[in-house]
């Protein structure tokens, strides 16, 4: 069966500092690929989706996203850090285009002053 | 304002009881989902409905049973809960499902929900 793994359950960075939000699946043939975010309170938001072409996808906030179909990964970048990013964060798969998603157990991001 | 919306935003409930969840989306979509999300546990599908028919149910025990009156509104009715069911209930919809294009999912802010 398809899963996501996001083995990072808590991250915590300073302010200002970058990040990296790991994220890998498993399955054979590439899939619809998407973060979102969960603040507080909140529902989902997407931040960024992969479904083909360049590699590199970019978001909202200043988030980017690098699919690596070497190793099945779709990590989630963002060059500076700002408090407000403190959330939790899903990686997420559509493996047959059918609008139907796995999700990863998300990551917690703690911003330290 | 994401489009979603549901109510209540938290609910108790004893295990004898019956409540109802309701969402509503606003942005003219035609497939509408519900999820849960339990705690160390990924969010796990529970049905899936477009244009008003089910067309996926993933194995959801008979006490949650949803409802779909219009494409605007979904509903998940509750009774006889186990304190397990305790979780985040979250609503999502779509343009469509599937297709020639991608449909992205909007996600409401959720019910709580805690059964005692």
């Known amino acids: 069966a398809q899963s996501v793994t996001q083995p990072d359950i808590h991250i915590t960075v300073s302010e200002g500092a970058s990040l990296e939000l790991r994220c890998n699946y498993s399955?054979?043939?590439?899939?619809?690929l998407f973060w979102y975010v969960q603040s507080p309170g909140q529902g989902l938001q997407l931040l960024l989706k992969?479904?083909?072409?360049?590699?590199l996808v970019q978001g909202i906030k200043g988030f980017e996203a690098e699919f690596k179909r070497s190793q099945s990964s779709f990590n989630l970048r963002k060059p500076s850090v700002h408090w407000s990013d403190a959330a939790e964060y899903f990686c997420?798969?559509?493996?047959?285009?059918?609008?139907?998603?796995?999700f990863g157990k998300g990551t917690m991001l703690l911003v330290s002053p | 304002e994401t489009g979603v919306t549901q109510t209540p935003r938290h609910l108790v409930m004893g295990m004898t009881n019956k409540k109802s969840l309701k969402c509503e989306q606003h942005?003219?979509?035609?497939?509408m989902y519900w999820y849960k999300q339990s705690a160390k546990k990924p969010l796990e599908l529970m049905f899936v409905?477009?244009?008003?028919?089910?067309?996926e149910n993933n194995s959801v025990p008979s006490r949650f049973s949803p409802e779909c009156p219009n494409s605007s509104h979904l509903f998940l009715h509750l009774h006889t809960l186990q304190p397990e069911d305790s979780a985040l209930y979250l609503c999502?919809?779509?343009?469509?499902?599937?297709?020639?294009?991608?449909?992205?999912?909007?996600f409401g802010p959720g019910t709580r929900l805690t059964v005692l």
């Open positions: 999502a919809s779509s343009q469509d499902l599937g297709s020639r294009s991608y449909n992205e999912q909007f």
């Open positions: 399955y054979g043939a590439t899939p619809y």
């Open positions: 992969y479904f083909s072409g360049d590699t």
């Open positions: 997420a798969v559509d493996l047959s285009g059918y609008s139907t998603l796995t």
């Open positions: 942005l003219g979509h035609n497939a």
């Open positions: 409905y477009s244009l008003e028919e089910r067309v």
